[in-house]
């Protein structure tokens, strides 16, 4: 589980959240479900945010109101390398 923002961050590209949405839109077979906004918070709308949801209830993360336990949850990137731009 973790943000769209930290995900762009880990791969060298900070601030480059919108590219990490249309990334996840574009390639088939991505776990899109196990990316939110910052926070924990569900940004779909409508019945895709009911859909993503249900994914993260079916393999068991929990809420705290209507947000993801990022506490709980969130995978945390390791820090980059001297020299390196985080994931290879």
């Given at each position: 589980m973790s943000s769209y923002g930290a995900i762009a961050k880990a791969a060298g590209w900070p601030g480059a959240a919108r590219q990490v949405v249309r990334i996840l839109r574009q390639v088939p077979g991505l776990p899109w479900h196990r990316v939110v906004?910052?926070?924990?918070?569900?940004?779909?709308?409508?019945?895709?945010?009911?859909?993503?949801?249900?994914?993260?209830?079916?393999?068991?993360?929990?809420?705290?109101?209507?947000?993801?336990?990022?506490?709980?949850?969130?995978?945390?990137?390791p820090k980059k390398s001297a020299g390196g731009r985080g994931l290879s």
């Open positions: 906004g910052s926070g924990g918070a569900i940004k779909l709308r409508g019945e895709n945010g009911a859909e993503q949801r249900f994914r993260l209830r079916m393999e068991a993360v929990t809420f705290r109101g209507a947000r993801v336990d990022m506490g709980e949850h969130e995978y945390k990137f």
